[in-house]
C-alpha cells in the first residue's frame, strides 16, 4: 500500500477546514487599510500616514510559554490567543507605538479545526479590542514533533509611532517617580516556576477562597492590555518611561529605559502582593528574590514621570479605570 501525506500524520483535509473556520474571525479584524485575504501568501497593509511627519514602523514577536500546558490540562483554548495579542501590543505600546496589524504562528502534532480556530478567535478578540487587524498567519501539522494535539503559538505584531514621539527613558532623571500600574495575575511569564511549585501540591479544578475561583481558572486569565491607557497618558502626560513587566520582573524589566548613572529605589511594601504570587511563594518555598526576579508581583505596567505631574497619571488612570500605585523613584 502507497503512502500518503495523510499516513504520514498530515491532513490536509483538516487544514483547509480549519482556513475556513477561522477566515470570518480575521475579517472580523479587517479595515480599510487590509487590502488582502486570508489564504494569499502575504498579507497586505496599506499606510496611511497622514498625519505622520516622520513615521517609524515597531515591531515585536512573542510566545506565550508554558501557559499553554495550563489551557491543555483544562481544556481551554479561547483565551491564550488574547493573551498573546496582548501581550505584543503591550512591548509596542511601552515605546510610545500604536498596533496596526498582528500576524500568527500555529504548529500541533495533530490538527484540530475546533481547537484551532478557538485559539485563532482569540487572537481576532483581543485584535479587535486593540484596534489592530489580523492580516496573516501560519498553521503547521508537525507530526512527531508536537506530542498529539498539543500545540505552540507565537504571534508578531507591528505598529507605528512618530519618530519624535518614541518613549526610549532618554528623558528620565533623577528624581522622577515610579507609577506601577496593577496586573491581573501572572499573565504570561513564570509558568514554568508556577508549574512545578504548584502542581505538585494542588489540582487545576481546586477551588481557593483566596482566589474567588479554581486554581485553573486564575491561572488562565487573561494578560492585560495597556494600550488605551497609555494612550490616553501620552496625550496628557509628558511620559518619560514606560516598562512591560514580563519575564525579569519589575527591576529586569525597567532598568532596560534607565539611563546610564541611575537606578531604581523600588518600594516593595507599597502594595500587597496578590493572592497567587503569596500561593506561589508558600507553596514552592521561593525566595523573596527569586519572585521578584520572576514574577511582576501584581505591577503590570510601569510608569515613569515628573514628580509635578504624578498627581495628573494618578487621576487619569483612575478615571480609566486602572489601579495606580506609587512604587518607587529613580535614584
Request: charged residues 25%; aromatic residues 8%; negative net charge.
Amino acid at each position: 500500500m502507497s503512502e500518503t501525506y495523510k499516513s504520514a500524520g498530515v491532513d490536509i483535509l483538516a487544514g483547509d477546514k480549519t482556513i475556513e473556520k477561522i477566515k470570518g474571525f480575521a475579517k472580523s479584524t479587517f479595515n480599510k487599510n487590509v487590502l488582502s485575504d486570508i489564504g494569499l501568501f502575504g498579507g497586505f497593509y496599506e499606510l496611511d500616514l497622514t498625519g505622520y511627519n516622520n513615521p517609524v514602523l515597531v515591531s515585536s514577536v512573542d510566545g506565550v510559554g508554558t501557559k499553554l500546558k495550563i489551557a491543555f490540562e483544562m481544556d481551554k483554548h479561547d483565551t491564550i490567543g488574547q493573551d498573546l495579542v496582548n501581550h505584543c501590543v503591550n512591548d509596542i505600546a511601552v515605546c510610545g507605538a500604536e498596533p496596526l496589524f498582528f500576524l500568527d504562528y500555529y504548529a500541533t502534532g495533530k490538527l484540530n479545526p475546533e481547537k484551532a480556530a478557538k485559539v485563532i478567535e482569540g487572537f481576532s478578540i483581543a485584535c479587535r479590542e486593540n484596534g489592530c487587524a489580523l492580516i496573516g498567519g501560519e498553521t503547521a501539522e508537525m507530526p512527531g514533533f508536537y506530542q498529539g494535539e498539543e500545540y505552540d503559538v507565537s504571534g508578531t505584531i507591528v505598529g507605528i509611532v512618530e519618530k519624535e514621539k518614541i518613549i526610549n527613558g532618554s528623558k528620565i532623571q533623577k528624581g522622577d517617580v515610579l507609577i506601577g500600574i496593577t496586573s491581573n495575575g501572572l499573565h504570561t511569564n513564570g509558568y514554568s516556576l508556577a508549574r512545578k511549585v504548584l502542581l505538585e501540591k494542588f489540582k487545576l479544578d481546586q477551588y481557593f477562597d483566596e482566589l474567588g475561583h479554581t486554581l485553573g481558572e486564575e491561572l488562565l486569565r487573561v494578560h492585560k492590555s495597556y494600550l488605551k491607557l497609555i494612550k490616553e497618558l501620552k496625550s496628557k502626560v509628558e511620559v518619560k518611561g514606560l516598562s512591560h513587566i514580563t519575564g525579569g520582573g519589575i527591576i529586569g524589566n525597567t532598568k532596560r529605559i534607565i539611563p546610564e548613572g541611575l537606578s531604581l529605589n523600588v518600594h516593595w511594601g507599597n502594595w500587597e502582593m496578590p493572592a497567587i504570587f503569596k500561593l506561589i511563594m508558600n507553596a514552592g518555598i521561593v525566595s523573596v528574590e527569586e519572585m521578584r526576579n520572576v514574577f511582576n508581583l501584581g505591577i503590570g505596567l510601569v510608569v515613569i514621570v515628573s514628580p509635578k505631574q504624578e498627581r495628573l497619571a494618578f487621576e487619569i488612570a483612575h478615571e480609566m479605570k486602572e489601579h495606580a500605585l506609587h512604587i518607587g523613584e529613580v535614584v
